[in-house]
C-alpha cells in the first residue's frame, strides 16, 4: 500500500504528546512506509503524556539536514509545547510550508496546527484541532469545524486533522489513506 514511501514526522526536541507520535508512527509502518523523525536537534527528543514526561526518541535527521523532497508525506504531532516551539524556528516552519508548496499531503493532531498557521497554510482550508486552537485557525483564515476526523482537499494537497488522542484510530486510517493515494 505505501511500500517505498518515507514519511516525516516533524517534532520538537521536547513537548510531543507521545501517543500522537506513537499511533501514528505505528499506523504508517504498517502500512509498509518508512517513518522518519525529524526535529530542530539531532539527538533524542523528549515526549510526554500530558504534562508528564514520557520515553525518549532517536531523531532520524534535522529540518537543516532534509527537505520536504526527501518524503511522500508529512505528520505533525500535538503536544502543547512541541508545535509552540516548532512555530519559532524559521527551518521548521519552511520544511512544513514546502509539503503545501509541493502538494504532498499532510497530517496534523491536536495542538499541530499551530505550526500551520505560523507557515501561512491554512487559509481557505476546512481543518480542526484542539478548541483552543479553533480561534488562531479561523484568524488565519481556517474554516475549523469540531470532528473527529477532517480531510481537506480542497488546496494544493490533502490535508488530514484531528482534535485529540481519543481521535486516534480515525486520524490514522484518514492519514494512510492519504499518503497511500
Sequence with gaps: MMEGKTIAFLVA????EQVELTEPWKAVKQAGATPKLI???????????????????AVDATVDDVSPDDFQGLVLPGGVANPDFLRTVPQA??????????????????HGPWTLVEADVVRGRT?????????????????????????CTEGP????????PDDLKAFCQATVDAFAA
Design 13 to 16: 526536541p521536547e513537548g510531543t
Design 39 to 57: 526535529s530542530t536537534d539531532s539527538g533524542r527528543v523528549q515526549a510526554f503524556n500530558h504534562l508528564d514526561k514520557g520515553d525518549k526518541f
Design 93 to 110: 516552519v519552511r520544511f512544513v510550508r514546502g509539503f503545501f508548496d509541493a502538494g504532498k499531503p499532510v497530517a496534523v493532531i491536536c
Design 127 to 151: 481543518v480542526t484541532s484542539w478548541p483552543s486552537l479553533r480561534t488562531d485557525l479561523r484568524n488565519a483564515g481556517a474554516t475549523w469545524v469540531d470532528k473527529e476526523v477532517v480531510v
Design 157 to 164: 494537497n490533502t490535508l488530514v486533522s484531528s482534535r485529540k
